[in-house]
């Protein structure tokens, strides 16, 4: 048999094994070869009396992550090809039968009548789970790292080979819809309790017990494609359906506030498909499939969140020619907040770390991050205290920057105060060896300038993190004027170890991020002065897909922080580059009221001890009067706050802080949440068109003033009706 990812034997009881092993790929993925393999694999199946049923399996340590998106990003740009080719409806029928392919071939494997079982070795998402419910049962091994779902949702897609309809004919609907929505990874125990799996049996008999099930006799024909079928919560149309239906539907738009075509589809498509016989069930959701592949969303959420963020993982900006650097001891100065954050996610890279503070004392009380993350890790099972330990071993406290001596890059994190910064960076690069590269964490002071103080500029580098450490994705890489490649390609390769997201920017006030971010809170200041109604703003963004309205988020990151920089700015750049509506608000705050955040409990909200927060009623008092929101333009509210966030990333690219958009949409999306449905700050552009966001903007400034002006960039692009992706 011809098969080329695949290997096919039969034992001399007729079980087949047909292992999933593609050739110079470390992990099996699904491209359009993996359907066609399936497709033979079934027919010699079915057309050798002497195979009795058929094991399938992986021969890699994982099952496989599912498909190449790349694959489906592919079959976006071939429709929109043919679209122009053929016409509209020709393409569109070509387009449905082509991304329905895969889903048919596992309808044949489901209905041909001999049993498949999946031995699933380990994680098995996407369309690869898609596989495992095609088959007629599911052995799972004790893998610890085993997981089992359909994440599509996350990227912007459905599950487009089953998985809508099989899971819910399977499990209760409450767990499917959930599973589905959320594009839950299960571990093992849980899929089992869902009926989603029918066995957990030790990694070493996984074959075995799959062969064993196959002898025990396996019935090759579905629950479902027998007459008397019954749904495992009962039909959509009964009492319990109505117990369901209704909330699922609330439920749904609270949390995706419709922003998703793709999560809409799976609602839809389960809904529906649970009406009707499996096959016209398959032909529902392939229907959705098609429809939702070809929404900007869903194209700009792959490109984005799939393709561009992998890119940017496998170092698309590491300078070539540089070799790779072998990191083995980080020194981090200054143990406070993003310190101690940054010492915690190196450790747990398997670098050593010196943390360096004023004191030991402070030190240690960095280091006790680390100790406390841990024991929460410990406490939820989740890690060992011999783990802890081990990793506390590997981070040594000193305040004598002499510790330095054999550190292979340093990342200092110290108070945001060029003085402090500029006698921190002397006493270090008289410590650390010639060759090795100084990186600083400030969120505010210009590379370049922090960069004087260097003895070695090109071997200077920003390293910029988001807080908190741990859990955020991005980091933010800024090249100074004098930084070289080896500072460059060593900043990559370390936050490649710590396994994060790098994007590369400029040097400029703000960086990437921060800029942008800044707008969003910005706009909101401004909104609560012209008497918006603060929650409304908070309660719009989120309705805009923002993950955090802008006053919670501001909140969050302190309003003294705010005032801080907007008085610096003021200082080093002139009254003019601040907004004295924005200034007088936060002054108000924070130097009248104490109002610095949720750090205080105090801040636009109150947070009371019962974890809730009520917006603060002295914000109606100094704003005066507040607008009815009945009257207010919800929509606007909306676009003032996604516009005047995606015309700074626009600007960034002008004044060439941002080189790449891909480093701007995944920026945004990993740094502050930017509607992901849009795929990023310069796709949302893309999307609306920069011939009719150029008009929004103008139509914006004529109302609300020169923030909202269009930039040069955007102007010369609408005219040629360009996309910043079409044109970088
Ligand atoms: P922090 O005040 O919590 O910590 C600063 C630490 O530096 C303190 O432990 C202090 O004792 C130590 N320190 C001060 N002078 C020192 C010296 N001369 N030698 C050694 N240690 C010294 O501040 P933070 O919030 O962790 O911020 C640190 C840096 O990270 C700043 O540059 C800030 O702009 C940047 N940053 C902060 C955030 C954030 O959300 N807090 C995010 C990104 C970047």
Redesign the pocket.
Known sequence: MNLKNFTWSVDADGIALLTWDMQGKSMNVIDESVGHDLNTAVDAAVADPAVKGVVVTSGKDTFSGGADLTMLERLGQTFKDAIKAKGPEAAMADFFEQSRAYSLVLRKLETCGKPFVCAINGMCLGGAFEIALACHARVASDNPKLRVGLPEVKVGLFPGAGGTQRVPRMADIQSSLQMLLKGDQLKADRAKAMNLIDEIVPADKLIEAAKARLKAGVDPVKPWDKPKFKLPSGPVYSAGGMMVWPPANAIYRKETYDNYPGARAIMSAVYEGLLVPMDTALRIESRYFASVLRTPQAQAMIRSLFVSMGALGKGLRRPAGVPASQLKTVGV?????????IAYVTAQAGMDVVL????VE??E??KAYTHKLMTDQVNKGRATSAQREALLAKIKTS?DYADLKDVDLVI??????PA??A??IK?AEAAIRPDVVFA??????PITGLAQNSVRPDQFIGI????PVDKMMLVEIIMAQKTGDKALAVALDYVKAIKKTPIVVNDTRGFYVNRCVGNYIKEAHLMVMEGVPPVMIDNLAKQAGMPVGPLTLNDE??ID?GLKILKATKAQVGAQAVDPQQEKLLTFLVEKEGRVGKKAKKGFYEYLDNGKKTIWPGLKAFVGSQQDPDAIDRQEIIDRMLITTALEASRCVEEGVVTDPREADVGSILGFGFAPWSGGTLSYIDMIGTKAFVKKCDALAAKYGDRFAPNKLLREMAEKGETFYGRM
Request: no cysteine; proline share 0%; hydrophobic share 50%.
């Open positions: 100065i200054g143990a406070g907040f993003m310190g101690a954050g360096i503070d004023r004191d402070a030190a009380k960095g305040a200092e994190a110290v108070f945001e105060d402090v910064k006698d921190v006493k600083s964490n400030t969120s505010t002071l910029h993190f988001f807080s990151v302190a922080l």
